[in-house]
């Protein structure tokens, strides 16, 4: 069964920082994109990065320059550098894969359970 498995949330205050990573795990797949996704309590879900299976990488206007999304293929694991964090990038923070199933033959959009990240003032 794939799952895949965020860490790295908790508490900073105002002008810290944060490593989030998660691993996609279980069966046989190929990786694609991967990604970021928060949302903030009483919003919808919003992108906040994302990387090709190649390393290109997109941001969200509001993080650009203060967040950085990086992966290790090997590793199955993508991650998300947060610095000069500010109280309003407190959210649910999901990772989010494209993979390509090897073992059953076919692609799926999978989810992580979401890891808290709050900032405060």
């Known amino acids: 069964q794939v799952r895949l498995v965020e860490s790295g949330g908790g508490l900073v205050q105002s002008g810290g920082s944060l490593r989030l990573s998660c691993v996609a795990s279980?069966?046989?797949?190929?990786?694609?994109?991967m990604g970021w996704y928060r949302q903030a309590p009483g919003k919808q879900r919003g992108l906040v990065a994302t990387?090709?299976?190649?390393?290109?990488?997109d941001y969200e206007d509001s993080v650009k320059g203060r967040f950085t999304i990086s992966r290790d293929n090997a590793k199955n694991t993508v991650y998300l550098q947060m610095d000069s964090l500010k109280p309003e990038d407190t959210a649910v923070y999901y990772c989010?894969?494209?993979?390509?199933?090897?073992?059953?033959?076919?692609?799926?959009?999978?989810w992580g359970q979401g890891t808290q990240v709050t900032v405060s003032s």
């Open positions: 279980g069966g046989t797949f190929r990786v694609n994109a």
């Open positions: 990387i090709s299976s190649g390393g290109s990488t």
């Open positions: 989010n894969a494209d993979l390509f199933r090897l073992d059953r033959g076919y692609q799926h959009i999978y």
